[in-house]
């Protein structure tokens, strides 16, 4: 049996504000030049506020690299500093129901 591919779905409320001030283009050319990875960015939802990155597909066995870089290209994006007060980035894992990838 194969090992799967992860979609990584992560959402989160910004200042309305904020978007167009955040290096979108920095943080998905530095996941994908390390990681191979690309990532989407989907937003803002019809509340006006919440914001979703999908990045897939992860291979399992690279997992921890990815989640890694990942946390040092925001870091270094500064994405962090424009959430909304009180919010944070939910990340959710899901491996692909049909195991290819």
């Known amino acids: 049996m194969s090992r799967p591919a992860w ?27 390390r990681t191979g990875v ?11 506020r919440t914001w979703m990155e999908v990045y897939e597909p992860v291979a399992e ?20 500093d424009w959430l909304a007060a009180g919010e944070r980035r939910h990340v959710e894992r899901f491996p692909r129901a049909d195991r290819a990838g």
Do not use: K, Q
Request: glycine share 8%; charged share 25%.
């Open 61 to 80: 066995p690279r997992r921890e690299e990815f989640e890694a870089v990942l946390a040092e290209a925001v870091r270094l994006s500064g994405l962090t």
């Open 7 to 33: 979609g990584y779905f992560i959402y989160y409320r910004l200042d309305p504000a904020a978007a167009s001030s955040i290096p979108w283009d920095s943080l998905f050319a530095e996941v994908a030049e």
């Open 38 to 48: 690309e990532g989407r960015l989907y937003g803002p939802a019809p509340d006006g």
